[in-house]
């Protein structure tokens, strides 16, 4: 487990920027920055080691977290080919960290990290098995039993976007019918695309029909305010989330299954009706003490980055 009064330092990868922070065991932040992930990575991560040097309370950090999109092969600690990144392809991230900083630093796929963030930190009170769904750009997730991450041995494990809920329906990682094509902002947002055809065809009144191209924010909106378009929307998505929702508990019996992004702007449109409609397909005793929740932790990207910065300072201490 981190302790509090110790420095640790943590770096998140995204498609758009990579945040850089010190914080400490009690999961406080003292410093961050923020660089926007152009050129190479090479130079990206420079920027942010330079940023770490700068800050007084750098030399006492026990380690360095990274968090980074997947998938990402631990045992070679190589970044493979994440969506939208390509020139980190391929990427020897670990190799790297070791020739630039004399730290220990431990890599991980920023969705295990996030449910390790929300095991230390989230709101919902103690788990012993933890499910996070990141629903957002894409549909990640990560899976926490007794305080350890599921990696697998490649951590390729809990790839949870990846499972297939229906032959079609919208893509998600060049497939239809994934988790992802389903429960993704891009996988909402081609819902709403043939939902809002159907409308203009039949004639209906619809608040779809007045955005171009509605995104999942749109479509919140819009079923938040009652527009039977966009609830229908909504109703579709809940009724596949709440399939994925059944397939994870029947597995894993967790204690919570926490909600990122989408539902957790928007929680009265998605964690009652998605359990409820996970209830035919999972035992009934699983169902009945399981809680579906929505996320309520600040600052994830530095949380998650931090959150594995600890588990580099505990693999260190039990080497």
Request: a negative charge.
């Amino acid at each position: 487990m981190p302790q509090g009064s110790s420095t640790y330092a943590g770096i998140d990868i995204g498609g758009t920027k990579i945040a850089v922070a010190l914080g400490t065991g009690d999961g406080a932040t003292i410093a961050s920055e923020s660089f926007a992930t152009t050129g190479t990575p090479e130079a990206g991560l420079h920027a942010c080691l330079d940023w770490l040097a700068s800050q007084a309370d750098f030399d006492g950090a026990r380690s360095i977290g990274v968090a980074c999109p997947g998938p990402y092969d631990r045992r070679d600690r190589m970044m493979l080919d994440p969506p939208n990144m390509n020139g980190w392809h391929g990427f020897q991230i670990g190799t790297w960290f070791d020739q630039h900083t004399p730290k220990p630093a431990r890599i991980m796929n920023d969705a295990n990290a996030g449910a390790y963030a929300e095991w230390l930190w989230g709101s919902h009170g103690a788990a012993s098995t933890l499910v996070f769904l990141t629903m957002s750009t894409g549909m990640g997730g990560g899976v926490v039993v007794d305080g350890r991450v599921l990696e697998g041995s490649r951590g390729f494990a809990a790839e949870i976007g990846r499972v297939q809920l229906a032959e079609e329906g919208p893509a998600g990682f060049g497939a239809r019918g994934t988790a992802e094509g389903f429960l993704s902002g891009p996988g909402i947002a081609q819902n709403a695309a043939a939902e809002r055809l159907i409308s203009e065809q039949t004639g209906e009144r619809a608040g779809l029909l007045d955005v171009d191209t509605p995104d999942a924010r749109a479509v919140c909106e819009l079923a938040t305010s009652g527009d039977p378009a966009a609830r229908r929307v909504i109703d579709r998505t809940n009724q596949r989330l709440g399939q994925l929702i059944a397939i994870l508990g029947n597995v894993l019996e967790p204690d919570v299954i926490v909600l990122g992004t989408i539902a957790s702007a928007h929680p009265e449109l998605f964690l009652l009706p998605a359990k409820e409609a996970a209830r035919s397909g999972m035992l009934s005793r699983v169902h009945e003490r399981m809680r579906v929740v929505a996320s309520t932790l600040e600052d994830r990207a530095v949380k998650q980055a931090l959150a594995v910065a600890f588990l580099a300072d505990d693999e260190c201490a039990t080497a």
